[in-house]
C-alpha cells in the first residue's frame, strides 16, 4: 500500500465527496481523485465507483474505510500526546539529592508534567537507557554511539567528610561510612578499617558524619555550608563527570526538551 495517499481516501470516503475531501486537503479536487487512483494501483484494488451523481466504495472499500479510521485515530493520538508525555528520568542518587532536586523545582514553575524519576547505580541507568526505560539520565558515564550520546554538564569532586578534625595518614582508625563495596575510601586508605557502617543512601550517609559517627568520601556538592563539616579535597582521586544521556534525536521531544533547556540556561 502506499500510506501517501490514504489520506485523501479516508476524507473522500468519510464525505462521500471529492470537493469535500479536497477542501479539507486544501487541494483541487482533481488532485484527490488521482491520488485515490494511484492508492487502488498499489493495492491492485477498486477501492471506489465513481458515478457523475455519487460516490460508492467497494467492499474492499469499506474494509480499507474502517481500517484507515482507526488507524487514523491511533497515529493522531501518538502526535497529539507530545505536550502531555510523561518525562522518564533516571539518575544517581547524590545527583537527584543536591543537584536535580531544585532544577526539578523550577522545571514545575514553568511547566505541568507528569515525572518518573529512578534512582539507579551508572550501569542500570546505561542499559535503562537502552532498553527504552528512560527519556534521560544523569550519571558519570559518557556514553557515545549510533543510538546514544552524552552531554557533559559539570566536574564532580570527591572530599573526605567528617565530625571534627582528622588524621588522613590513620584514616583505618576511624569508622567508615561506605555507600558500597567499592566505595572511594577503599582506595585513599593502604588499610581498611574494622568498623564499617554501610548504607546506600548518600543523604543518610551525610546525616551520619553530621552525627559524628564516622568518615565518609562524597561529591562535593552533597556537602552545604552549613553542615558544620570538616572537608578534606582528595587531589588523588580524579575528578568524575557529569552527563546528561539521551538517544541521537533529530529534535528533542518536548518533553525532554524543556528540561534540557532548564539545565542549560
Not at 544523569?138 to 570527591?158: A, G, R, Y
Not at 588523588?236 to 533529530?250: A, C, G, R
Amino acid at each position: 500500500m502506499d500510506y501517501r495517499y490514504l489520506k485523501a481516501f479516508l476524507l473522500t470516503a468519510e464525505y462521500l465527496s471529492f470537493s469535500k475531501a479536497a477542501e479539507k486537503l486544501s487541494i483541487a479536487q482533481s488532485a484527490v481523485s488521482r491520488q485515490i487512483k494511484l492508492l487502488e494501483e498499489s493495492l491492485g484494488l477498486e477501492l471506489i465507483i465513481r458515478s457523475s451523481k455519487k460516490i460508492i466504495l467497494t467492499h474492499k472499500g469499506q474494509e480499507l474505510y474502517m481500517a484507515a479510521k482507526s488507524f487514523d485515530k491511533v497515529t493522531t493520538d501518538i502526535f497529539e500526546q507530545e505536550d502531555t508525555r510523561p518525562l522518564k528520568i533516571g539518575v544517581l542518587h547524590g545527583l537527584l539529592e543536591t543537584w536535580l532536586s531544585p532544577i526539578l523545582s523550577k522545571y514545575y514553575k514553568k511547566y505541568d508534567r507528569n515525572c518518573y524519576i529512578q534512582v539507579e547505580e551508572p550501569k542500570a541507568l546505561r542499559e535503562g537507557m537502552h532498553e527504552g526505560k528512560f527519556d534521560v539520565i544523569f550519571s558519570i558515564d559518557n556514553v557515545q554511539s549510533d543510538l546514544i550520546s552524552s552531554l557533559k554538564l559539570f566536574d564532580e569532586k570527591l572530599v573526605l567528610i567528617s565530625k571534627e578534625s582528622i588524621q588522613k595518614k590513620k584514616l583505618n582508625n576511624y569508622r567508615w561510612i561506605i555507600y558500597n563495596e567499592v566505595d572511594n575510601i577503599f582506595r585513599i586508605s593502604k588499610k581498611p578499617s574494622d568498623k564499617i557502617v554501610s548504607v546506600n543512601s548518600i543523604t543518610t550517609l551525610v546525616n551520619l558524619v553530621k552525627s559524628g559517627v564516622g568518615v565518609a568520601v562524597v561529591p562535593d556538592h552533597m556537602v552545604k555550608k552549613n553542615d558544620n563539616l570538616n572537608v578534606l579535597e582528595l587531589s588523588e582521586l580524579p575528578k568524575s563527570e557529569i552527563y546528561m544521556t539521551t538517544l541521537n534525536y533529530q529534535t528533542l521531544p518536548t518533553q525532554i526538551k524543556e528540561l534540557a533547556d532548564l539545565i542549560k540556561n
